[in-house]
């Protein structure tokens, strides 16, 4: 069974970090563009960061660009987000998704990622 897991989510105070993981299970994320999206309340889950397959190169929501790092580690099989500097605004489930093949990685388009994990819920308050 292909599964994706999320952890690392939590709550942090504004200015803070956190990294989120992301680990597969039945697929080798290294064949995947691999995505990280997040859902705050009454929103619409919204693209955050991408890595493609195709070239590792990434991509970055402008809401978070020079905050957050997506990364992977093939030898683990696990992809990172890296945020910094949280604001209130960034509270959210986030959530790591798939889309088979080497590709380059998409932001815009939920439709292309076939596989996702459950979330993790990030909470950025004082």
């Known amino acids: 069974q292909l599964q994706l897991v999320e952890s690392g989510g939590g709550l942090v105070q504004p200015g803070g970090s956190l990294r989120l993981s992301c680990g597969a299970s039945?697929?080798?994320?290294?064949?995947?563009?691999i995505g990280w999206f997040r859902q705050a309340p009454g929103k619409e889950r919204e693209g955050v960061s991408c890595i493609s397959s195709s070239d590792d190169s990434t991509y970055y929501a402008d809401s978070v660009k020079d905050r957050v790092t997506i990364s992977r580690d093939n030898a683990k099989n696990m992809i990172y987000l890296q945020m910094n500097s949280l604001k209130p605004e960034d509270t959210a489930v986030y959530y790591c998704?798939?889309?088979?093949?080497?590709?380059?990685?998409?932001?815009?388009?939920?439709?292309?990622?076939?596989?996702w994990g459950q979330g993790t819920q990030v909470t950025v308050s004082s």
């Open positions: 039945g697929f080798t994320l290294g064949y995947y563009a």
């Open positions: 998704a798939a889309a088979p093949g080497f590709r380059k990685c998409m932001l815009s388009s939920l439709a292309v990622y076939d596989y």
